[in-house]
């Protein structure tokens, strides 16, 4: 049986902060792990990918960015969203900005503290 295709659009928000590197997450909470912006493509109303990409960040972070690039596409076969019965797609976008306060339940977090 053909399976359906989700493609998501992921953000790493990147603010330098008094020589940190500091990164946007999107609804946080004490009880779940950090999460970068993200959500599925809206393939009738997002003409591009990044317009979809700036839709969900400005709707999980309230903020808008500027500049924003695309960095790679993950399809491993085995990559579980939101979506189960679906092949996953996943295209990562890394964006450039200076630290704004974001909308309540997003946060910056020190970059550093995600490395091992």
């Known amino acids: 049986m053909p399976r359906r295709l ?3 659009l992921d953000a790493v928000i990147v603010a330098v902060t ?3 590197p500091r990164i946007l997450t999107a609804g946080t909470s004490a009880d779940a792990p ?3 912006p993200s959500g599925l493509l809206d393939a009738d109303n997002d003409s591009t990918l990044e317009i ?3 839709r ?3 709707a999980q972070t309230g903020l808008a960015v500027g500049y924003v690039e695309q960095l790679y596409t993950f399809g491993d076969r085995d990559r ?3 979506v189960v019965d679906a092949r996953h797609l996943s295209v990562a976008y ?3 900005v200076k630290e704004a306060q974001p909308a309540p339940g ?3 977090i020190n970059g550093y503290d995600l490395l091992p």
């Open 6 to 8: 989700a493609l998501s």
């Open 18 to 20: 008094a020589d940190q």
């Open 34 to 36: 950090p999460a970068l």
């Open 52 to 54: 979809g990409l700036r």
């Open 56 to 58: 969900w960040i400005q």
């Open 80 to 82: 579980q969203r939101a």
């Open 94 to 96: 890394l964006g450039l």
């Open 106 to 108: 997003a946060a910056w």
